[in-house]
């Protein structure tokens, strides 16, 4: 079972706040990702990190930004929210090359 | 680049029916392919993947083969039930990119 946790699970906020969703892994996993899903269920990668020190955009742009000072802790900010922002965001991890990804259970944001 | 394909739903079907979500995908190289399953309000569990070409994936009566001259990895099942009800995503690592391309998704409704 894949050890990696997100909080918070559920938040809602008023547009303009400066909020960071947590996610950290258990499995001294190198990679870790995110991922945005729309309301239509579709998943876009819009950051990832290979190590420590390491971030790149994904496919996706998205506003926010990250940060990987530790292996295990990957978390995803966002200076000013606005209601465009407001998704289910979904933090990953893996080892090897073409191996799984490992998810948590996601952060639904809601910026009012 | 990668994509993948499958089939949009929602699928309805009726317990124990017999279940194909179809799947295609576009890669350069060698990819590992995957099945995702996201139940509500959750995260994306790994359901199977499979690494080369005619590699069987298998888990929890789900099956799904590695056709590289179809470039396909349909996931089947024998007999659903209500609680196979989900939404499925397909996808694909490897092939010169890092991270998982996703196919948009595939809710499965199934009734008693």
């Known amino acids: 079972e894949a050890d990696i946790y997100q909080t918070p699970r559920y938040l809602v906020i008023g547009t303009g706040k400066k909020i960071t969703l947590e996610c950290s892994q258990t499995?001294?996993?190198?990679?870790m990702y995110w991922y945005q899903q729309d309301p239509g269920m579709e998943l876009h990668l819009i950051h990832y990190?290979?190590?420590?020190?390491?971030?790149e955009k994904g496919d996706l742009s998205s506003e926010s930004t990250v940060s990987r000072i530790r292996t295990e802790h990957f978390p995803l900010t966002l200076e000013s929210a606005r209601p465009s922002h407001t998704s289910q965001y979904l933090c990953?991890?893996?080892?090897?090359?073409?191996?799984?990804?490992?998810f948590g259970n996601g952060t639904r944001l809601t910026v009012t | 680049g990668n994509s993948v394909t499958q089939m949009e739903g929602p699928v309805t079907l009726s317990e124990e029916a017999f279940l194909t979500i179809n799947c295609t995908y576009t890669?350069?190289?060698?990819?590992?392919l995957f099945w995702y399953v996201q139940y509500p309000g959750e995260g994306l569990q790994l359901l199977l993947k499979?690494?080369?070409?005619?590699d069987k994936g298998s888990n929890k009566g789900f099956e799904a083969t590695y056709r590289k001259e179809t470039t396909s990895f349909h996931l089947e099942k024998g007999s659903v039930q209500v609680s196979d009800s989900a939404v499925y995503f397909c996808?694909?690592?490897?092939?010169?990119?890092?991270?998982?391309?996703f196919g948009k998704g595939t809710h499965l409704i199934i009734q008693p």
């Open positions: 990953a991890s893996s080892g090897r090359v073409n191996s799984p990804l490992h």
């Open positions: 499995m001294g996993h190198d990679k």
């Open positions: 990190s290979y190590g420590v020190n390491s971030t």
């Open positions: 890669a350069t190289g060698y990819p590992s």
């Open positions: 499979a690494t080369k070409a005619d």
């Open positions: 996808a694909l690592r490897g092939g010169g990119a890092d991270g998982l391309t």
